[in-house]
């Protein structure tokens, strides 16, 4: 049976409750130890990327500088440096926002992907190369303003070279055919995903002789995320690869290269005076008895010792040990 409290029972609980002499005790707080920490989460800058693609981008890209490098000189004969200065997880619109107003934004297919990655250079770079190609020094513009047409079909020779390279660098993740959709001053004009999406950027230092400016190469994170298996196998391939071969392969890109080789015989002391006063048919005392070794120098530098002898009727050098510093 439910008990029925008298009215004495109730004002003595209520008065309890006013002196907090409740017999009931609260529950004690869990330790700091248990307490979970809270951090902001933005879902419109989802990092969906993981470190390992990320890295592989770095690696992917880092080839493409150095050979886009070699690319561009050949193209422009001028001496230019190419270096890889950011991989950085961004929203599109942020991308936007850093980019200078105008400069040259290009829109570039990916074949057989659905999508568009983009390209931008900077205007720094962008009148001095177009001034070098039409023959001149290199010279940068006092003040920026929109490509006409006909500077926008020179500058698309550096593009096209870009693209190449890009297509090389890819290759090892998949083929892929890079194409030229459209190109512009104003990169709000080409909207490849909604500015809230998340981008990859990679920029790239370029120095041209006396001028600097930067590259930035923009990648949709949906077409990383198609593509995420390849990287993977690709990682892991490059961690199995044992340390000697890359070694190995230099060594063979070398073989066939020539050095020169010389036999340095002994030395001898000579004052300039003596040496003004030399003419045909003196002769010059050595340091050295004749039966010491002679050196054998690989691009003037000693590696070997032995004997000059002769071999089928012509002077040889027969090497008895390796020289010892």
């Known amino acids: 049976m439910d008990k029925i409290l008298s ?15 409740v017999g009931l005790r609260a529950e004690p707080e869990k330790p700091d130890a248990d307490q979970r920490k809270v951090s902001r989460y933005d879902f419109h800058r989802a990092d969906r990327i993981s470190q390992d693609q990320m890295r592989s981008l770095t690696l992917l890209h880092d080839d493409f500088a150095r050979n886009f490098s070699s690319s561009l000189s050949a193209y422009l004969r001028a001496f230019v440096e190419v270096s890889l200065a950011s ?15 105008p400069t040259l934004f290009s829109s570039i297919g990916l074949r ?48 096209n070279l870009a693209m190449r390279d890009l297509k090389e660098a890819w290759r090892p993740i998949m083929e892929m055919d890079f194409y030229l959709e459209g190109a512009g001053a104003k990169p709000q004009m080409f909207q490849i995903v909604s ?17 600097a400016g930067t590259m930035n190469i923009c990648i949709p ?3 990383l995320k198609v593509i995420r298996s390849r990287f993977d196998h690709q990682w892991n ?15 063979n890109l070398i073989r066939t290269a020539g050095i020169s080789v010389s036999g340095v015989l002994k030395e001898s002391n ?14 010059i005392q050595l340091n050295k008895p004749m039966g010491d070794p002679v050196l054998l120098c690989v691009a003037g530098i000693p590696k070997f010792v032995g004997h000059v002898v002769m071999r089928h009727g012509k002077r040889a050098f027969e090497i008895t040990d390796r020289y010892a510093l």
């Open 7 to 21: 009215q004495d029972e109730i004002n003595a609980l209520f008065s309890a409750m006013a002196t907090e002499d």
């Open 87 to 101: 991989v950085e997880q961004r929203a599109y619109g942020e991308f936007l926002k850093v980019l200078p107003d």
């Open 112 to 159: 057989p992907l659905d999508g568009n990655m983009a390209l931008e250079l900077n205007p720094n770079l962008v009148f001095p190369m177009i001034d070098m190609l039409l023959g001149g020094p290199g010279n940068v513009l006092a003040e920026a303003r929109n490509l006409t047409e006909i500077e926008m079909h020179i500058i698309e020779g550096v593009i």
């Open 195 to 211: 500015g809230g999406e998340t981008v990859v950027t990679i920029g790239l230092d370029i120095r041209v002789g006396e001028n």
């Open 221 to 223: 994170s949906r077409i």
């Open 237 to 251: 391939i490059r961690r199995q690869k044992v340390a000697g071969s890359e070694t190995d392969k230099l060594l």
């Open 270 to 283: 000579l004052t300039v005076h003596d040496l003004l006063q030399i003419t045909p048919g003196d002769v």
